[in-house]
């Protein structure tokens, strides 16, 4: 959803999604971790304070500085790291099993053509090694639950569909050789392609990654891909 209003393509937004109905727990302090392929960057701007204030960003934690300064990582994914102090007082949200609870937005500024942006998860490499140098970055979600025993970790794991991005530069719209018109969807796409248009005209289709290899040949007749 865009919840800035920006029409933006590149616009993120954290979502909680709870898997038990509570009438009222109460949410104390909050952080979640992002990785980023290394060069692109969230617009200081652009950052939305959907549940909560006093939420604080920052980038401390490049590649470059992962891998030069600790020899963590390659050198490939920044992290960003959004946290919510414990707040003056404790935030209330009623929430039912399944219905998402927005969190924070944000928007990546440079239009990447290539990466990924994800969730980095408390089991990554980088996120043990962050921790045996005094460094966390789990993902955290602090809640009382009302039983009785005060605050405790409220975090589960991330959705498996759509924890991650994917960049692309691939901007095939539409192909038009003599009287043929084809048309390809998604753009971007990760795991399936479909092609519109009289194909059976072609001899074959190639497919390519984002890496220019052959990912799959398609002769006539063709087959579904």
Do not use: C
Not at 128 to 134: I, M, P, Q, S, Y
Not at 145 to 163: A, E, H, I, R
Not at 183 to 191: E, H, K, T, V, W
């Amino acid at each position: 959803s865009d919840y800035n209003n920006t029409a933006s393509p590149y616009e993120f937004t954290f979502v909680a999604t709870p898997d038990f109905d509570n009438a009222d727990p109460n949410m104390a302090d909050m952080q979640l971790t992002v990785a980023i392929t290394a060069g692109n960057s969230i617009q200081s701007n652009s950052f939305t304070e959907l549940f909560g204030t006093g939420w604080q960003v920052n980038t401390a934690l490049t590649g470059s500085i992962l891998q030069n300064n600790f020899g963590i990582g390659d050198g490939s994914r920044d992290l960003w790291i959004f946290s919510l102090p414990v707040p003056s007082s404790e935030l209330t949200t009623v929430h039912t099993t399944g219905v998402g609870i927005p969190v924070l937005s944000f928007i990546v500024d440079n239009m990447p053509t290539s990466g990924e942006i994800a969730i980095l998860e408390n089991n990554d490499p980088i996120a043990v090694a962050l921790a045996g140098v005094g460094f966390v970055v789990d993902n955290v979600i602090n809640a009382d639950l009302g039983d009785g025993n005060g605050t405790q970790d409220y975090y589960g794991n991330t959705d498996p569909v759509n924890n991650s991005f994917i960049f692309s530069s691939l901007t095939i719209g539409e192909v038009t050789q003599n009287i043929l018109e084809l048309s390809l969807y998604p753009n971007p796409a990760r795991d399936v392609v479909a092609i519109r248009g009289d194909i059976n005209q072609l001899d074959s289709i190639e497919i390519y990654s984002l890496n220019g290899q052959l990912v799959k040949t398609v002769t006539n007749k063709f087959e579904e891909i």
